[in-house]
């Protein structure tokens, strides 16, 4: 465990930061399940959320740049072999 108070400060903020990257891992998980299970209709909708929560994680840091991009492309052949 932490000892000095810097050390405990730090502490805190990193278990703060751990809980916003899980949800925003939770919301990318979501999304992409949602475009995989979208019908003929709600395919833009459902790839404008994945979109939407790529570039989220991708900006907080969650996903580096290549990986967003790479799931990207992944969003539009799901999308392109329905």
């Known amino acids: 465990m932490a000892i000095t108070r810097s050390a405990k400060k730090a502490h805190r903020q990193s278990l703060v930061k751990k809980g916003y990257n899980e949800t925003l891992k939770k919301n990318l998980r979501a999304a992409m399940k949602g475009v995989r299970e979208a ?27 290549n990986t967003a991009d790479r799931r990207k492309a992944l969003v539009s052949r799901m999308v392109k072999g329905k």
């Open 39 to 65: 019908k003929e209709g709600d395919s833009i909708k459902a790839v404008a959320a994945a979109y939407k929560a790529i570039d989220k994680a991708a900006k907080k840091g969650v996903l580096k740049k």
